[in-house]
Structure formats: C-alpha cells, structure tokens
C-alpha cells in the first residue's frame, strides 16, 4: 500500500479511537483548527467544479468530517466534563463570540444551529432527493438518446461506453448525495443535544465535584459549551454550504464565479435601474451620503459591464469575419458551390414586393399552393423553391432555372393587370402589348382604370402575382419528369410501403429497382400523366416486371392499368372523346420502321418520311384547336410510344393515347386521320 493509503486508512481508525481515548487539550486544539481548515477547503471546491462529478467522493467525504466532528464533540465534551477547560480555541471562541456576554453568545448559537438545521440542511437534504429521483426517471431516455447517436454514427463505440458511464456514476452519485445529506442533518440534532448535556451536566458537575459556587459554575461551563457549540457548527455549516451547493449545480458550464459573473452581471441596463432606484432612495430621511456612493458603485458597474460586452461582442464578430474568410480560402468551401437547387426563381429589383410580406407580397403562399396542387394533380413532391433576387436582371424581369438550367423567363408591370382577349379585339381596351408567358397567348397590360372596362369587355383579366404562380405551375409541370430521381422515387416508395408493405417487398429489389421504377415514372410525368395512384402503378409494374426490363414496355403496361384516369384526364369527364386517328399506312410504315437493339427499341424514319408525318399532324392539330377542342392523337398500342417519339419532338404538348387505355365506355370520335 502507497503512503497516501495508509495516511487515510489510520486517519479513519484515529477518528474512532478520539471517541474512546483522552486527547490533550493542545492536541485537541490543533486537531479543531484541523476540521475548520477541511471545512473551508470543501466550501472552496465545491464553490469551483464544473459538475458535480468533477467531486464524486464528496458522500464519502461528508460521512468522514461530520464522523470527525462528533469524535471531536466527544472529546471536548470530556474535557469540558472531567477538568472544566477544552482548549485555548474552545474558550476564545465562547468567550470573543458573545462579546463576554453569555446571553448574547448563547443567542448566537441558537441561530447558527437554526440556519444550518432549518434552512441549508433541509433545503440540501430535498434537492438531493428530487435530483436522485428525476436522474433516475431520465436514464432510460438518455441511454436511448446514446444509442440513437450511435447508430446515426455522431459518436463512436468509445464514446458511447464513457456517456453511458458518466449516466451511471450520476445515478449513483445523486444516490449518494441522497442518504450522505442525512449525515448533516443528525449532525445538527446532535449538536443541540450534547449543548444540552455540556451545559446541564457541566453547572451540576463544576458545582458538586469541582466545588465552584452557582454564578463560577454557570459561567464556567456556559462560555465552554458555547464555545465547543460554534467550533463544531462553523465548520458544520462550511460542509452544509458546500453539499448545497453540488446538488444545486445544474445545466452549468462553469464554476460559481464564472457562472455569477456571467449571469448576474449579463444585463447591464439592470445595474443602471438599480443605481437610479438607490440613488432615489437617498431623498428620503435616509439621505444621500449613505445610499449615492452605492448607487455610483452600480453605475460604475453598469458602464464597465457595458464596455466589456461590448468588447466581447466585436471579438465574436472578428472572430465570425475571420472563420468566414478561412472558411472561403479552404479548398473545402468549393464542394458546397456545386450544389444546385431544383427549382430555382429568380427576379429582378423591380419585383421585390412580390415576394416581401411587409409590403403585401403573396408570393410564398402562392407556392405554397403550386406545391400542395402539383402534389394533388400530378402526385409528385415538388422540392422547395429557391427564391432570390438578382440585380443582373432587369427591374422587371424574372426567371426560372430547372437545376441551375434557365427554362423561362417573363416580364412584370406590378401596377398593371394583364388582359388576354377572348377572341376579338375591342378597341377601346388600350395599354401595353405583350405576350402571356405561360401559354405564349397575345396580350395586354392594362393600368386599374382600364380593369373594369377590359372585364366587360370579355378580356381575362390577371394581377402580376397571378401570372408568376401560372407559368410557375406549367413550367412544374412541362418539367416534371426531370425533378424526380432516385432520391424522390425511393421518398414516393417508402410512403407506400407504410401501408402496403407486401406490394413493396414482393417489387423491391426481386423484380425491379429504385431506378427501373424511377425511369418508368419520370416517363409517365413527361407525358402529364399523374402518378399519384402509385399503388396502381407498383400493381402493374409488379405484374410484368417479371417478363421485361425495358422501362418503355413497362411505361405501356402502366398506362393500361391506368386506363381509367387517362380516359377521365383527355375525355375532361364527357362521354365522347375526339380524336386525330392514325392511318393504316401510317402504322405500318411506323411498325416497319422499328429497330431492336441491347438498348431497347427505337423508331428509325427517313427525313421525308418525318416530315410529311409532322405536316399531315401538323394541319389536324391546328384544325382541333381552332375548333376550341384539346387535340388527342389516338394510335395502336403497338406503335403508340414510337408515334410519340414522333411528334414530341415539335409538338410536346400533344397527348397520344392508344385503344387500350381507353375505358369501354368511352365512346371514340374521330375528327381526323393521320396518313401518308
């Protein structure tokens, strides 16, 4: 065993043997000096850790000194008892207390006995009790939190054994603290206890054995039991003070001093109200020479105060300027610059009150709504919409960038309406002549005393928010199928999985992949069909995925099984659907043109050909459409995705459907035939 160890060891047994065996009143007067100076150092400790494990032995500790301080009860007790004197400290300290008055001394006591029984003891003996309870109840929380951290991979194995020890020694420790709070509080009853037996037993012992009359024997034996009762509660009361303090310490980051001057001192305006109040104080009776030097010593504190965070202030802003910069100079920072956003907006000066709430603007809560429509139309999570000004731009220009990518752009007059004619013109409507920029239609900007008059007019009268959030949504929807990818395919994926997980299991990965289904989806979007009944389209993908790979079939089998929403979305709920139909020689000629390779099929036409297609379709779309009707071209399903591939080269906007995808009941018209 090392020297420290036996130092200890025979220091314990020695505080045992005090109780049995005599000690000399010099020794006894070292060993009082001895418990006040541990006391204090305790205090001074526990005033400077930063949590309360930082002094876990501080139960033990408390069991040893307050064990001390009754052998050392014992012993003056003894001394007081058999040769009326306990030692130089016991008698100064009963005698310079009370001021040679024994009342007063006595009084005291009393109180220092009351403070520490009353007040610091049962206040420390509860916070230790609810502090051990409630570290109970959160363990199982926090171990939870530990191995959420671990699994998420924010901390190692290693880390996660030393939190899960730190919990435990707490659990422990407030445990501890619990019972050890007990130690002081039988302390303190004790204490009372042997001031009784000193005081009555040392007066009839002083009168009937050392012979001292009534006022020598009271005298006598008053000042030593005081004096023994305040060498012993002084140090009690350190202990008190410091068990108090380690159990209050919480949610701390600090020792007491850094947390008192962080804290108390945190406001100094509070210090400046506190002077002005005191300073009023001093126009009372009270008067100005006893409350404005104080009420100038809060100011003063006030001020420095001021100054200091005002110091720590620019430091943190010198300190952020400077990460910033370092931040900038490291290779690292270019990483964050290739990230791009989806969907980006972009406006000039001129259009910031747009998107400024405290000057009216609505736009956000217009895409808001793009995105809880697409959502519904379309069944596909729009990402979030980045939206930034840019002083590149004209004051009244905006644009919209799919993956860093402009695909559209506009103008904006922001006190004006745009007016689109209903088919003829009415001259009496003037204003500026522009173009409609979701849908390309001829219109006008019309100032709001030509509102009313365009409105009776016929006109289609729209604000500058209204035309942003139109070509905002068809530019959504022109461009949907590039805004779903692996990512958002495997988000649409797990949704559905939360309600039909067997569809899931039995399609993923057995059958197809995240990426054979996102290719099928993004096909379905290029051609506006929605892929919000995405149970459906798993159904059907599960169906055949057994027997192809290739995401065109697959498309195909998809939009069969969709029959029903394709009849509803072309036929807009009629019972007549009319169509631009194909010619026989047109489909043979598509059919025969078709070529197999590893990488799936494709459509191989000669220019003339292609072109006599694209001017044959060309006259019966514009012919549809002058006729107020949606054109719907209407093929085979054998050559139905290669007609596509035909005409979305020019004409994207044109739906082609095929014979099965139509519901039975739908009754077919053909206005037109497509034929070489």
């Avoid at 408390?62 to 050392?72: G, M, V, Y």
């Avoid at 217009?366 to 697409?374: S, V």
């Avoid at 219109?443 to 007019?457: F, G, N, P, Y």
């Amino acid at each position: 065993m090392k020297l420290k160890d036996l130092v200890i060891l025979f220091g314990v047994i020695g505080i045992v043997l005090m109780m049995i065996i005599p000690i000399p009143v010099l020794l006894l007067d070292v060993l009082i000096i001895l418990n006040i100076s541990i006391a204090l150092m305790i205090l001074l400790i526990a005033m400077n850790t930063r949590e309360a494990l930082d002094f876990s032995i501080f139960p033990a500790i408390l069991l040893i000194t307050t064990l001390f301080r009754l052998a050392l009860n014992v012993s003056t007790t003894r001394n007081i008892l058999s040769h009326a004197e306990a030692g130089e400290v016991v008698a100064t300290f009963g005698s310079w207390v009370g001021g040679g008055e024994i009342a007063i001394g006595f009084i005291v006591f009393l109180i220092l006995v009351v403070v520490q029984f009353i007040v610091i003891t049962k206040g420390s003996e509860r916070v230790a009790e609810v502090a051990a309870r409630f570290t109970l109840d959160a363990m199982p929380g926090k171990q939870m939190s530990i191995d959420a951290d671990l699994n998420a991979g924010l901390i190692n194995e290693k880390q996660a054994r030393d939190r899960r020890s730190k919990i435990e020694r707490e659990a422990d420790f407030y445990g501890a603290m619990d019972g050890a709070s007990k130690f002081v509080k039988g302390d303190a009853i004790a204490s009372i206890i042997i001031l009784v037996i000193n005081l009555v037993g040392g007066f009839v012992i002083g009168m009937a054995i050392h012979g001292f009359d009534f006022q020598k024997s009271l005298s006598t034996f008053s000042i030593l039991t005081i004096g023994d009762g305040l060498v012993s509660q002084i140090p009690a009361l350190l202990i008190s003070t410091a068990a108090g303090l380690i159990v209050t310490r919480a949610a701390s980051d600090g020792n007491l001093a850094e947390d008192v001057t962080a804290q108390l001192f945190k406001y100094p305006k509070l210090l400046y109200i506190a002077a002005g109040t005191i300073g009023l104080l001093g126009l009372t009776p009270i008067g100005p020479m006893r409350t404005w030097p104080f009420a100038l010593m809060l100011a003063f504190g006030g001020w420095r105060m001021q100054k200091v965070i005002n110091k720590q202030h620019e430091q943190e802003e010198m300190l952020v300027e400077e990460q910033q910069i370092e931040e900038v100079r490291s290779p690292e920072s270019v990483i964050s610059l290739l990230q791009i956003d989806p969907i980006e907006f972009e406006f000039g000066y001129g259009l910031i009150p747009l998107a400024d709430t405290q000057q009216g603007g609505d736009l956000l809560d217009r895409i808001i709504m793009i995105r809880r429509q697409c959502a519904l139309e379309l069944g596909l999570v729009v990402p979030v919409i980045r939206i930034r000004d840019n002083i590149q731009l004209k004051p009244n220009e905006y644009v919209i960038k799919i993956k860093g990518n402009t695909v559209a752009r506009g103008d904006l007059l922001l006190n004006h309406y745009l007016a689109m004619s209903p088919g003829f013109e009415d001259d009496s409507v003037v204003g500026i002549e522009t173009t409609e920029p979701a849908f390309g239609l001829p219109a006008i900007w019309i100032d709001e005393q030509m509102k009313e008059r365009a409105e009776l007019s016929g006109y289609t009268v729209v604000d500058p928010p209204s035309v942003v959030a139109t070509h905002l949504t068809e530019i959504i929807k022109r461009h949907a199928h590039e805004l779903i990818g692996r990512q958002e395919a495997k988000l649409l994926v797990e949704n559905v999985k939360e309600s039909y997980p067997a569809l899931i299991d039995e399609l993923i990965p057995s059958i197809l992949t995240i990426g054979d289904i996102q290719k099928v989806l993004a096909k379905l979007l290029r051609e506006k069909i929605s892929i919000r009944d995405l149970v459906t389209i798993f159904e059907a993908l599960a169906d055949h995925g057994n027997y192809t790979k290739d995401p065109d079939i697959l498309t195909e089998y998809v939009r069969q099984a969709l029959s029903r929403q394709i009849t509803q979305q072309f036929s807009s709920g009629s019972d007549t659907l009319k169509v631009i139909t194909v010619g026989p020689q047109l489909e043979k000629r598509i059919a025969e043109s078709v070529q197999q390779s590893d990488q799936g099929s494709y459509i191989a036409l000669d220019p003339v050909s292609t072109q006599q297609i694209y001017q044959k379709l060309n006259e019966q779309v514009n012919r549809q459409i002058q006729s107020g009707q949606q054109p719907v071209v209407l093929a085979s399903p054998t050559i139905r995705m290669y007609l596509r591939q035909i005409v979305e080269r020019t004409m994207q906007d044109v739906p082609v459907l095929s014979y099965s995808e139509l519901e039975p009941n739908i009754e077919v018209q053909s206005i037109g035939v497509v034929n070489l």
